[in-house]
T-cell receptor, first 112, second 111 residues
């Protein structure tokens, strides 16, 4: 089964600072998803990456997929308190969404 | 457009009972996926339905089942509840099998 490792497990940054969260897979990635979750609530889909080298941005959040390294990074520029939450990566290693796995999450705190 | 709705939001059951959770997708979305989230195991994929057919299934015992109706609403059922089934159950709907919209979840507590 595919394991997804996220790093760091938690992160505390000062408002305005940039930060990066990584997600590394032990298997080939057919699709990599990033989600954000506020405690005890549903997930918010951020973006999906499919091709190696693909990079997507949404507001101040950018995600990249490095197919060779089987890794994705999520970068937040000029962090704000609204960015606080748990960021989860999810990936499919079957090619048909038949084996969706998720990382343990990265808890982000942004200090005003 | 209304978002994904899940009912009930909170539920308390005892071991051995069975439970049914409901998910109403965004209008026009025909794909509905279910997930279980626990502190110990994290987020795990249960199953996905599309046009009333199960399209994908995660690695869960047969006690976990689901179905989808012609209006795309979906239900999941857990029979013979165990303490370990206590979790946040999330459903998500999708129009294109890529972008998923999640509901607020149903928090199930098994005593």
């Amino acid at each position: 089964s595919q394991e997804l490792e996220q790093s760091p497990q938690s992160l505390i940054v000062q408002e305005g600072k940039n930060l990066t969260i990584n997600c590394t897979s032990s298997k080939t990635l057919y699709g990599l998803y990033w989600y954000k979750q506020k405690y005890g609530e549903g997930l918010i889909f951020l973006m999906m990456l499919q091709k190696g080298g693909e990079e997507k941005s949404h507001e101040k959040i950018t995600a990249k997929l490095d197919e060779k390294k089987q890794q994705s990074s999520l970068h937040i520029t000029a962090s704000q308190p609204s960015h606080a939450g748990i960021y989860l990566c999810g990936a499919d290693s079957s090619g048909n969404n038949n084996d969706m796995r998720f990382g343990a999450g990265t808890r982000l705190t942004v200090k005003p | 457009k209304a978002g994904v709705t899940q009912t009930p939001r909170y539920l308390i059951k005892t071991r051995g009972q069975q439970v049914t959770l409901s998910c109403s997708p965004i209008s026009g979305h025909r794909s509905v996926s279910w997930y279980q989230q626990t502190p110990g195991q994290g987020l795990q994929f249960l199953f996905e339905y599309f046009s009333e057919t199960q399209r994908n299934k995660g690695n869960f015992p047969g006690r976990f089942s689901g179905r989808q109706f012609s209006n795309s609403r979906s239900e999941m059922n857990v029979s013979t509840l165990e303490l370990g089934d206590s979790a946040l159950y999330l459903c998500a709907s999708s129009l294109d099998f890529q972008t998923q919209y999640f509901g607020p979840g149903t928090r199930l507590l098994v005593l």
